[in-house]
């Protein structure tokens, strides 16, 4: 039981992380309909400015975490414009190719920068108290109740913005038709750029998150949450906020569930293969829209 | 329109050229010595590359379903024709290669195949980005499971020193290797120009008038997946047989992309030729720019970058057109006609 | 074109007939029905799209489907293809039902339609498309098209030669080669007409097939409605808004409005029928009165 409830508490965590990071995927896909496989990546950047604030610039903890989510944020707007604003119209898999381009130009500028031998996270003022339930045995660290309530704190802050400001109307808007949006006033080009910036600060707060549990970094780091991520946003309907939110609860602790009881090794191929046979029972995820094509 | 007809003939037969006068390059400069290691190193891989970026084309261009799984299909194929290989080489140690290696491309295509139907057919249910999602995981779990199977080496991998035992590999290989992509390069194209090829293009361009035209689409659907994971299947056995240690991890989401990359650089559809050159330039590419060292991966990624804004960015239409080959010939022939006219005028004239 | 104006036998002009084959053209007559739509009905939720359709048509009859937008006329259709699972009412096509068929199987068992927002195989010729419409009409095994036996090329062959034959309906062999994509609008109209004939069905279901045409250009579609029922000797049922076109060709009409078949007969009953007027054509002359 004890382990049980340890085990859901760490996948809550880590679910957490897998959120934030979908977040970023589900709403571009959502108001630009693109994949942007180069988020991923983000993370990594935004580890590796936290660890260039703090171990390198030796500023303190908050400043490492506050330059992260604005160079994140300003790093998403620019990829935007460079990269994927010139192919907006053009085919969605040849966007795709060159999200998976920046993606490889991110990590390797972050190869030649830091090299390749992995870094320490410098997230010593982040040493956050563990938490002991009782005689129950169940110990929660720090850094998973930090990592909860920062995902806590930014879903709510995420959705009041969507649902109560006017930029928040627009991306709605944006996702739901967007020459009807163009037509009505709405600044689409504006709005696609708000939605990267807002999913790469995800991103940014989400490599803290991350780098406080694998206290390790380097180059490739943001591949595999990356991909997990958009297996998270896939899994409850890509395109939807919600759904994100809650596929990357699902996939976290059905990670730490398999780990735990099943096997480490195969955890990978459990999450995927549950993803499957979520897919073949509901083809658009769990939150996702049916699309129903008019003959 | 007798015109056309040999028109369709000649881009494939333009396809089978180049892929023979590539293996005939191949051929001259291995046999005359005149290949650096490093190009020694690149035939083998330009080879399976080749035949992985048709196979994909297949899936991607005439069906129009995205696959990102295209190297857990290879791995299948990899790891059956390399394990019989190895099984026959050592039952029977006096094999002939030309015995056990098309046997092994063989079984190491069909086990492929088998997975690729096996995929296909709960990814009917899904679409799109979903059915990219679906191969990715498939791909992913097929590499989690190998990497948990210890006859087959396991996280250390699988050794495949002995199936291949002499030094000059590239040499030895490349008959191999030519046949295989050259005739699978042809069965793939005929199928295209067949009524079933017909049939899985009508899917792509219209999934409900084909099923109104009494297309079984699900049926279409579930062979493409066999036949391209057959063909990435022997490409994958290539690729073991190259190899001296067969590794799990490397059969990645990555490697299914670096594919996917060669197949829309070199243009989706029927025409095949572009894959061809695409897979060509691709693997030679990040070889090329070893000179730069470190900073190799980072041009190829900037090249990759660059590419695809000039070949598909709308802005650029126009000038992606006044550069066409289509374009070209259609200027020289008028300018040959306007020369053709004034010479004529002339004679007139000196008439 | 005299000649053409069969004269009907009409057994009864009441409304709500039941089955009854009210309008067989007369060398029709002593035929089974080839098509026999029975109380056919299906609900979007809690709204009843299509009730109680009924109709029987005559193995060379061409037959008219009207009525205002909205009314349910294309989704009849996507009920006859199977594209919509029926809730209520049974299809019977030769005597054969057609429920729990697959859309294809429908086509093979002898039902073709063209769509209303057109749906060609754009990025494939002009000929391929028709070739598709083929497809279950040649035979040619994977084995002989990928190793290119005698098979493949006797198939080819013929699939070409057909497919041209078919084309010149339309005068549209010269266009063989078009990427069909890009021919003009009509052209894509007449083509789609033309796949589905590839498919040899015995019934064709044409959605709109005017639409967007020029009065010079459904004239002709009108001349070759007909040519194609003599020279295929199959029944078409057609939705159409170009009075011209459904008064001018069908010999029977069913009017539909909110799903619901409010009248059936010739031309000139539907003419001169009150509820028709009401929901359809007077519609203006109300607002004028």
């Known amino acids: ?295 | 329109m007798k015109k056309f007809l040999s028109r369709i003939n000649r881009r494939d037969a333009l396809t089978l050229l180049v892929l023979v006068g590539i293996f005939a390059f191949f051929f001259i400069m291995l046999e005359t010595g005149a290949a650096s290691n490093q190009f020694k190193n690149m035939i083998i891989p330009m080879s399976y590359y080749i035949l992985l970026a048709i196979s994909l084309n297949l899936m991607v261009g005439v069906l129009g379903e995205l696959s990102l799984g295209h190297a857990g299909f290879m791995s299948v194929g990899a790891y059956t024709g390399c394990f019989l290989s190895v099984m026959l080489v050592e039952k029977f140690p006096e094999l002939p290669m030309y015995v056990y290696l098309p046997v092994a491309m063989l079984c190491g295509g069909l086990m492929a195949a088998l997975f690729g139907v096996l995929i296909g057919i709960p990814a009917l249910r899904v679409k799109g980005d979903y059915l990219a999602i679906v191969t990715l995981a498939f791909c992913e779990i097929i590499k989690t499971v190998i990497i948990n199977l210890e006859f087959l080496g396991g996280a250390i991998g699988f050794d495949t020193d002995s199936i291949v035992p002499d030094r000059n590999k590239a040499l030895t290989l490349l008959p191999y290797a030519a046949f295989a992509v050259i005739v699978s390069a042809i069965l793939i194209m005929n199928l295209v120009r067949s009524k079933h090829g017909r049939a899985i293009m009508a899917v792509r361009d219209n999934r409900i008038a084909a099923e109104a035209c009494g297309i079984n689409v699900n049926f279409y659907k579930v062979a493409v997946f066999g036949i391209a994971a057959f063909f990435a299947g022997i490409a994958g056995v290539l690729y073991g047989h190259n190899d001296v240690l067969l590794k799990s991890a490397n059969f990645d989401f990555n490697m299914s992309i670096e594919i996917l990359v060669m197949v829309v650089l070199g243009g989706m559809g029927s025409n095949m030729l572009g894959s061809v050159i695409a897979a060509v330039v691709m693997t030679a590419l990040p070889e090329m720019l070893r000179d730069f060292s470190d900073y190799r991966m980072l041009i190829y990624s900037v090249m990759l970058i660059v590419i695809m804004l000039f070949t598909s960015a709308p802005a650029l239409a126009g000038i992606r057109e006044r550069l066409s080959l289509g374009f070209i010939k259609e200027s020289l022939q008028k300018k040959m006609a306007k020369k053709a006219e004034k010479k004529k005028a002339g004679k007139e004239e000196e008439k | 074109m005299s000649e053409r104006k069969t004269v009907m036998s009409v057994n009864g002009t009441e409304m709500f007939s039941p089955p009854s084959n009210i309008l067989i053209p007369t060398r029709d007559e002593g035929k089974k029905p080839v098509l026999d739509v029975r109380g056919l009905g299906i609900d979007f939720g809690g709204l009843r799209a299509v009730d109680e359709f009924t109709i029987t048509v005559s193995p060379t009859e061409i037959s008219g489907l009207i009525g205002p937008n909205g009314a349910g006329k294309t989704t009849v259709f996507n009920l006859l293809t199977n594209v919509y699972k029926p809730t209520r009412g049974a299809i019977l096509l030769d005597g054969h039902p057609t429920a729990g068929k697959s859309v294809a199987q429908v086509n093979r068992m002898g039902i073709a339609r063209t769509f209303q927002n057109i749906r060609l195989f754009d990025q494939m010729t002009v000929l391929d498309n028709v070739r598709v419409g083929m497809s279950n009409n040649i035979r040619c095994n994977f084995a002989e098209s990928f190793l290119r036996l005698p098979g493949y090329f006797k198939a080819e062959k013929r699939s070409r030669e057909r497919a041209l034959e078919l084309l010149s309906i339309f005068h549209m062999e010269s266009e063989a080669y078009t990427l069909a994509g890009n021919l003009p609008y009509g052209a894509q109209r007449r083509l789609e007409i033309i796949r589905a004939l590839a498919t040899e069905p015995k019934v064709l279901l044409l959605d709109e097939p005017a639409a967007g045409m020029n009065p010079s250009e459904t004239h002709a579609l009108m001349e070759s409605i007909r040519q194609i029922r003599d020279q295929f000797g199959i029944a078409i049922v057609l939705i159409e808004h170009d009075m011209n076109l459904v008064m001018g060709v069908c010999e029977g009409i069913a009017v539909l409005n909110f799903g619901k078949v409010i009248a059936k007969g010739t031309p000139d009953q539907i003419k001169n029928n009150e509820a028709v007027i009401e929901a359809y054509l007077g519609r203006q002359e109300k607002k004028e009165a």
């Open chain 1, 1 to 295: 039981m004890t382990l049980l409830i340890q085990t859901l508490i760490q996948g809550i965590s880590l679910g957490s992380i897998y959120a934030l990071i979908a977040l970023g995927y589900t709403m571009v896909y959502g108001i630009a309909k693109m994949l942007n496989f180069a988020h991923g990546d983000i993370i990594m950047v935004g580890a590796y400015t936290i660890y260039s604030t703090i171990a390198l610039a030796h500023f303190p903890g908050w400043l490492g975490v506050l330059s992260a989510v604005v160079f994140c944020g300003v790093l998403g707007v620019v990829i935007e414009f460079l990269a994927y604003k010139p192919l907006r119209g053009a085919p969605s898999l040849n966007v795709l190719i060159t999200a998976i381009g920046v993606s490889y130009l991110l990590q390797n500028i972050a190869l030649l920068i830091f090299e390749g031998k992995q870094k320490a996270m410098p997230l010593g003022d982040f040493d956050f108290p563990d938490l002991k339930v009782g005689n129950t045995g169940i110990t929660v660290t720090g850094e998973v109740i930090f990592t909860i309530t920062l995902t806590v704190v930014l879903m709510i802050a995420l959705t009041l913005f969507i649902n109560k400001t006017k930029m928040g109307k627009a991306m709605r808007a944006v996702s739901e038709d967007k020459d009807a949006a163009r037509l009505m006033g709405i600044n689409v080009n504006r709005t696609i750029s708000v939605t990267f910036a807002i999913g790469s600060i995800l991103a940014a707060f989400a490599s803290l998150c991350y780098g406080m549990s694998y206290a390790y970094i380097k180059p490739t780091t943001g591949s595999m949450p990356g991909i997990k991520a958009f297996t998270a946003a896939v899994f409850g309907g890509i395109g939807s906020i919600p759904g994100a939110m809650l596929g990357g609860f699902v996939i976290g602790i059905l990670e730490k569930l398999s780990s735990a009881y099943i096997s480490t090794q195969f955890t990978d191929a459990i999450v995927f293969g549950v993803l499957i046979v979520m897919l073949v029972v509901r083809p658009t995820g769990l939150l996702g829209k049916k699309i129903r094509e008019k003959v």
